[in-house]
């Protein structure tokens, strides 16, 4: 195997499954991105609800994830943590993000900015109890998310011991430091390929409370 990288240059592919017409583009931006969203389901493409998620600091610096979509209606989109994570962290000092959807399987991609706020107590604990068994014993061991830990084996331990611990808990508590966060959208943009780089754009821009539909330049 070399270890000299390929020229980049000439790596490309041509986008022509799809188009993008504003007239046939949803007034509302949401219900455009219900459509687009339910056609990945029906494509049956690889976890279509994984999203990329996009903050930053205090200090302006980046972070970017991939965390999954678990709840979208129009109020905004939902998507579960630890509230000391890198994200979480980032969310208390710049309350605003994107999501990313990319679907190279169809050529679309979603993007999809707002403000962040969190979940309700109440409704992140329902969705906690909706989680899996061992889910919801991982979360109360993964804690600070993203800290260092000496090995692998010392967090299946501290797995096995916590199971262990609440093999006769029928229910058990969410952790504090876990919950919900929404984004609420104030911009969208969706992206379809198309032949000869002339990729359609189409964003949607919430200004004095309604949705401005516009074309990009690719």
Same mark, same amino acid.
């Given at each position: 195997?070399?270890?000299?990288?390929?020229?980049?240059?000439?790596?490309?592919?041509?986008?022509?499954?799809?188009?993008?017409?504003?007239?046939?583009?949803?007034?509302?931006?949401?219900?455009?991105?219900?459509?687009?969203?339910?056609?990945?389901?029906?494509?049956?493409?690889?976890?279509?609800?994984?999203?990329?998620?996009?903050?930053?600091?205090?200090?302006?610096?980046?972070?970017?994830?991939?965390?999954?979509?678990?709840?979208?209606?129009?109020?905004?989109?939902?998507?579960?943590?630890?509230?000391?994570? &890198?994200?979480?962290? $980032? !969310? #208390? +000092?710049?309350?605003?993000?994107?999501?990313?959807?990319?679907? /190279? @399987?169809?050529?679309?991609?979603?993007?999809?900015?707002?403000?962040?706020?969190?979940?309700?107590?109440?409704?992140?604990?329902?969705?906690?109890?909706?989680?899996?068994?061992?889910?919801?014993?991982?979360?109360?061991?993964?804690?600070?998310?993203?800290?260092?830990?000496?090995?692998?084996?010392?967090?299946? &331990?501290?797995?096995? $011991? !916590? #199971? +262990?611990?609440?093999?006769?808990?029928?229910?058990?508590?969410? /952790? @504090?430091?876990?919950?919900?966060?929404?984004?609420?959208?104030?911009?969208?943009?969706?992206?379809?390929?198309?032949?000869?780089?002339?990729?359609?754009?189409?964003?949607?821009?919430?200004?004095?409370?309604?949705?401005?539909?516009?074309?990009?330049?690719?």
């Amino acid at each position: 195997m070399s270890d000299m990288i390929q020229d980049l240059s000439e790596l490309r592919l041509s986008y022509q499954k799809g188009e993008l017409h504003e007239a046939r583009a949803a007034i509302d931006p949401h219900a455009q991105f219900l459509q687009w969203f339910n056609q990945a389901l029906e494509a049956q493409l690889h976890e279509p609800y994984a999203m990329y998620l996009a903050t930053a600091d205090a200090q302006g610096r980046p972070h970017v994830r991939t965390v999954l979509l678990r709840g979208a209606t129009e109020t905004g989109y939902d998507f579960y943590t630890n509230y000391d994570s &890198q994200k979480g962290l $980032d !969310l #208390a +000092a710049n309350p605003y993000a994107e999501l990313l959807f990319y679907w /190279p @399987e169809i050529e679309r991609q979603i993007r999809v900015h707002g403000h962040v706020e969190k979940i309700p107590e109440a409704e992140s604990t329902a969705y906690y109890h909706k989680r899996p068994r061992d889910s919801q014993i991982a979360a109360h061991i993964s804690t600070p998310q993203s800290g260092v830990i000496e090995s692998r084996e010392l967090l299946q &331990q501290r797995f096995q $011991d !916590l #199971a +262990a611990e609440v093999e006769q808990v029928t229910e058990l508590s969410k /952790p @504090e430091f876990w919950g919900g966060y929404r984004l609420q959208p104030s911009y969208y943009e969706f992206w379809q390929g198309r032949p000869n780089r002339l990729h359609d754009r189409l964003s949607y821009e919430l200004s004095d409370g309604a949705w401005q539909l516009q074309r990009l330049m690719p």
